[in-house]
């Protein structure tokens, strides 16, 4: 009887509201189901081995100033010592769209495929090289339609961007 009035009440009342009633319930639905593949499937995935020297270097990267992070002489940003240039860039693995265009300056077929297909990036990384205490920044630039074109450009990261969030390629040296 009590369920038989409600529904009856509900089936009453204006569409827009039982809309606006549906779209709520479905989103309370969704960030519970998210919350519960959190608590099960968390995102701790740091191996034993590696998360010590991980951990290293998140806190020297921790406590460098916000804004650009060099690895060269100039007037603005911030320099950094050896140890601090490898800390932030096995931190680092986003490409900032400025270090690409700076980068394509020098390769006239990477620069033209560039903005021929809407400046999209295929793929882009960050390493460290052991061998010549260097970091390396590298993507692939492809066509979106028509071609299997694909330019790499790579060079030496000589320059970082920090933010609040993460750290980012700011200056590819590829000349």
């Known amino acids: 009887m009590f369920l038989e009035n409600n529904l009856k009440k509900f089936k009453e009342t204006p569409e827009s509201f039982r809309q606006m009633f549906g779209l709520v319930g479905l989103t309370v639905i969704i960030i519970l ?30 406590s460098l100033p916000k804004g650009r992070l060099n690895f060269f002489e100039g007037n603005e940003g911030y320099k950094l010592s050896a140890s601090e240039y490898e800390a932030v860039c096995k931190n680092t693995r986003i490409v900032v769209q400025r270090a690409m265009i700076g980068a394509n300056i020098t390769d006239y077929e990477a620069k033209k495929l560039y903005f021929d297909n809407g400046n999209k990036i295929d793929k882009f990384s960050v390493k460290w090289d052991d061998s010549t205490n260097k970091c390396f920044a590298e993507y692939i630039i492809r066509a979106l339609q028509g071609t299997t074109e694909t330019i790499t450009v790579s060079g030496e990261a000589k320059g970082f961007l920090k933010t609040s969030i993460d750290t980012r390629v700011y200056f590819i040296k590829n000349f």
């Open 33 to 62: 189901s998210f919350m519960m593949l959190n608590v099960f499937f968390g995102a701790d995935d740091k191996s034993a081995e590696g998360s010590k020297t991980e951990d290293n270097n998140e806190t020297v990267v921790a």
